[in-house]
T-cell receptor, first 109, second 115 residues
């Protein structure tokens, strides 16, 4: 069975500080991992996916198959980064997403 | 709005009742997905349709059913409602289903409250 774990429900940092949102997964096949973000009163939207290896809004995430992790990082957090972040795994069988429990990031001024 | 739309935004109903949630995918998207977001279960995949056919099923209760119509809009039917069915129900759409992974675009959700 596939599973996505985000151990922190809430992460609070000051503006300009580095931020790392943790995501661990368990999946027997070759996973595809995503980070989705939900800003206040807005819909869930894709932030980045591991296969594209992009940096979006200063965020990056590297898939570590050995540690089965896909942590989201940003070197200098901004107040506008405050949002709910969800790590998700695609099982490549039905295109369904398995989500982690989410981490609320609060960036304080 | 050319994005995913969902109606209604809010729904309040009593236990034992039946409701229908509606979703219109983005223009051109053939796949529709339904997710349930509750406080205790988080975001859970319910079911996927592609071009009118069911393609994948998740933790969807037997009391729940869905369908996708020829115009590609989808409806999620919830019956014999229980208090625990209170949740935010999201619909998402993506262009294709063929073993490739496409970004899923989410709707704003329908908040269901069962009293």
């Amino acid at each position: 069975a596939q599973r996505v774990t985000q151990p922190e429900k809430l992460l609070s940092v000051f503006k300009g500080a580095p931020v790392e949102l943790k995501c661990n997964y368990s999946y027997s096949g070759s996973p595809e991992l995503f980070w989705y973000v939900q800003y206040s009163r807005q819909r869930l939207q894709l932030l980045l996916r591991h296969i594209s290896r992009e940096s979006i809004k200063g965020f990056t995430a590297d898939l570590n198959k050995g540690e089965t992790s896909f942590h989201l990082k940003k070197p200098f957090a901004q107040e506008e980064d405050s949002a709910m972040y969800y790590c998700a795994l695609n099982n490549n069988a039905g295109n369904m997403l398995t989500f982690g429990g989410g981490t609320r990031l609060m960036v304080k001024p | 709005d050319s994005g995913v739309t969902q109606t209604p935004k809010h729904l309040i109903t009593a236990t034992g009742q039946r409701v229908t949630l509606r979703c219109s995918p983005r223009s051109g998207d053939l796949s529709v997905y339904w997710y349930q977001q509750s406080l205790d279960q988080g975001l859970q995949f319910l079911i996927q349709y592609y071009n009118g056919e069911e393609r994948a099923k998740g933790n969807i209760l037997e009391r729940f059913s869905a369908q996708q119509f020829p115009d590609l809009h989808s409806e999620l039917n919830l019956s014999s409602l229980e208090l625990g069915d209170s949740a935010l129900y999201f619909c998402a759409s993506s262009p294709l289903f063929s073993g490739q992974t496409y970004e899923q675009y989410f709707g704003p959700g329908t908040r269901l409250t069962v009293t």
